[in-house]
């Protein structure tokens, strides 16, 4: 059973690095629970407490993330193993900041926060990897800060969508009226569908009703 646990745990991102020998140490003292999730089942929803570490490790999932001003919703597929949501684990909100939603069966790994502090936080590369973690994350959040918007529709557009994307894999779906679209792009209902047809005429994306999904966001950064 340790050597299956130890091949996991090396998967996810604030155990590599680590020796055996720690791994082993670390199983016999902290709680790790194993979960599956049904298709269609909500793992996590959007402001709910978080007071674990969680770990997506097999399968496919989704988080949707509704806006504040309540105009969009944007949902991003993801299906490699990641952990979720490692910022919210501390700070003024420790919350969910996006729904998490399986498709199809996922294998889920979750350690209670108190074992953060009593025993994680003795391993010194756990607690590098861990402030890495967060440190990408405020650097993502920086350099977005900073960027430059383009001044064309065509720009902007795409500088909004990937100012939402947590990564650029997967597919993305954005729910929202065109109206509202246009309005948070400070444009016209007609300029923006414009854009919008001519992507999906380049298979960048497909048009539904108050949906569009983006099947390559990484083919934006070309345009």
């Known amino acids: 059973m340790a050597y299956t646990m130890y091949d996991t745990l090396l998967q996810i991102p604030p155990f590599q690095g680590m020796s055996r020998s720690e791994l082993s140490a670390i199983i016999e003292k902290v709680k790790f629970n ?12 959007q402001g709910e407490r978080c007071d674990k570490l969680a770990f997506f490790l097999s399968g ?3 988080s949707e993330t509704a806006a504040p001003c309540e105009r969009f919703r944007f949902v991003e597929t993801h299906d490699q193993p990641m952990i979720i949501e ?4 501390f700070g003024k909100n420790p919350s969910y900041k996006s729904t998490y939603t399986a498709q199809g069966e996922v294998a889920m790994l979750t350690i209670d926060k108190r074992y953060f502090y009593s025993v994680l ?15 990408n994350r405020a650097e993502l959040l920086y350099n977005r800060i900073w960027s430059i918007t383009p001044q064309e529709l065509e720009g902007r557009l ?3 969508i990937h100012s939402l994307c947590t990564n650029l894999q ?4 954005l729910h929202v009226k065109m109206e509202d ?15 919008l047809n001519k992507w999906q005429e380049e298979g ?3 048009m539904h009703r108050k949906e569009f999904v983006f099947l390559d966001v990484e083919r934006l950064r070309a345009i």
């Open 60 to 62: 496919k999932l989704a």
């Open 158 to 160: 795409i500088h909004f």
């Open 204 to 206: 960048i994306i497909e």
């Open 181 to 195: 679209l246009a309005l948070l792009l400070d444009d016209t209902r007609l300029n923006v569908s414009n854009v």
């Open 121 to 135: 936080d003795k391993y010194e590369i756990f607690r590098m990897n861990f402030f890495n973690l967060l440190s």
């Open 86 to 89: 490692p910022h919210s684990l």
């Open 170 to 173: 997967g597919t993305k779906v």
């Open 34 to 45: 194993f979960m599956k999730f049904a298709d269609k089942e909500v793992i996590f929803h």
